[in-house]
């Protein structure tokens, strides 16, 4: 049972647009979302995270919305740039665990490729 | 120092092997973490250690092997694994454990292929 859910696997913009990578999740618990990139053969990297009582969190370039009625929260770049081109995943996190540690549900990810 | 170093880059061995996976940080995370990755999939969470305790065992089997021999090192200990255990092993650090899960900060990871 996926939790968190990125129902597009890829997608290709050109240089210099709008990318929106998509994310929905299940559990209304989930109380903080993060967005990771990850290049091939490299582990992943933090780029950008949203608390549930915001609706918009900004860094750069980079753009994360947050719709809990909808259960769906989005990344924006802008303006995307060949070098954004990477698999980017949507994780959530629900509290603590019994290890004082939060878990992160992730999704499956979302290719995008970004065209010069 | 703001990064994971994990070594081996590249691991290849045969199913009765006993090898060694390291993991270090000098960022002063008290929380470090085990992740296995298979291609197209996420990151899938295998142990977490708390302050050099492990706090978290997501039922992986014996032949995953972790130990956290002070707060910037870890290693992942295996022995007689599977072709299936292929996959990219990351390792990944965070602040104070209850500090939040932004701020991970994953390592570039070791590429095992069981032969």
């Known amino acids: 049972d996926q939790q968190v859910k990125q129902n597009s696997p890829s997608l290709s913009v050109q240089e210099g647009r709008i990318s929106i990578l998509n994310c929905d999740y299940t559990?209304?618990?989930?109380?903080?979302f993060l967005w990771y990139k990850k290049y091939p053969a490299e582990g992943p990297t933090f780029l950008i995270s949203i608390s549930s009582i915001k609706d918009k969190n900004e860094d750069g370039r980079f753009t994360v919305f947050l719709n809990k009625s909808a259960k769906h929260l989005s990344l924006h770049i802008v303006p995307s740039q060949p070098g954004d081109s990477a698999v980017y995943f949507c994780a959530a996190s629900a509290g603590w665990d019994a290890g004082n540690n939060r878990k992160l549900i992730w999704g499956l990810g979302t290719s995008l490729a970004v065209n010069p | 120092d703001t990064e994971v170093i994990q070594t081996p880059k590249h691991l290849v061995m045969g199913m009765t092997n006993k090898k060694s996976l390291k993991c270090e940080q000098h960022m002063g995370h008290r929380a470090m973490y085990w992740y296995k990755q298979k291609a197209k999939k996420p990151p899938e969470l295998m142990f977490v250690y708390s302050y050099e305790k492990l706090s978290i065992n997501e039922s992986v089997p014996s032949r995953f092997s972790p130990e956290c021999p002070n707060s910037s090192l870890l290693n992942l200990h295996l022995h007689a694994l599977q072709p299936e255990d292929s996959a990219l092993y990351l390792c990944?650090?965070?602040?104070?454990?209850?500090?939040?899960?932004?701020?991970?900060?994953f390592g570039s990871g070791t590429r095992l292929t069981v032969v």
């Open positions: 990944a650090s965070s602040q104070e454990p209850g500090q939040g899960t932004y701020g991970y900060t």
């Open positions: 559990n209304s618990m989930f109380d903080y």
